[in-house]
């Protein structure tokens, strides 16, 4: 990826105590249309010691996996997905958003459901969601490169006397 900085960007954006150890390199870009840009990439000064990854705690999951089918206004789906049953921490600012819907909103759940559109008269068009889901604790849930902790049921272990 090339974006078009300028130098102040690039001292501002490298300003950080955690990245004062890059500096820039001069490079040649090669576009995907064949042109060739004159740029800057911000390096390590120094390789890394062995064993000091700067990725090491950044792992990989899998968020959502799934099928869905069409056939006229029906849509059937199933699989990894994230329930939608609310758009407030998309749409609304600050406390009617964001922070009161961490409360409700839901990932990382397995189900399926369907959905329905209607009408396109008078009434404009609506579509009927139905979804049924469970929270996923499968391999899926698990992070791979590190641990991430998510969707861990921890259960008491329950002793015999009483």
């Known amino acids: 990826m090339v974006f078009a900085l300028t130098h102040d960007d690039l001292e501002r954006l490298y300003a950080a105590p955690s990245l004062e150890e890059y500096r820039p390199e001069a490079v040649v870009a090669h576009s995907l249309e064949g042109k060739t840009l004159p740029a800057l990439c ?17 792992g990989v999951f899998v968020e959502t996996l799934g099928l869905a089918y069409q056939f006229g206004a029906v849509t059937l789906f199933g699989g990894k997905f994230n329930p939608t049953f609310g758009i407030a921490w998309d749409v609304a600012p600050g406390i009617y958003g964001a922070d009161l819907a961490d409360d409700y909103e839901l990932t990382e759940r397995i189900g399926g459901g369907g959905a329905v559109t209607l009408g396109g008269g008078d009434f404009g068009r609506h579509t009927l ?17 590190t641990e991430s902790g998510f969707n861990r049921i921890k259960v008491p272990k329950v002793s015999q006397d009483f």
């Open 129 to 145: 969601t139905g979804q049924v889901f469970f929270l996923d604790t499968s391999v899926l849930s698990q992070s791979w490169g």
């Open 42 to 58: 911000d390096n390590l000064r120094e390789a890394p010691e062995p064993g000091e990854a700067y990725f090491e705690d950044i």
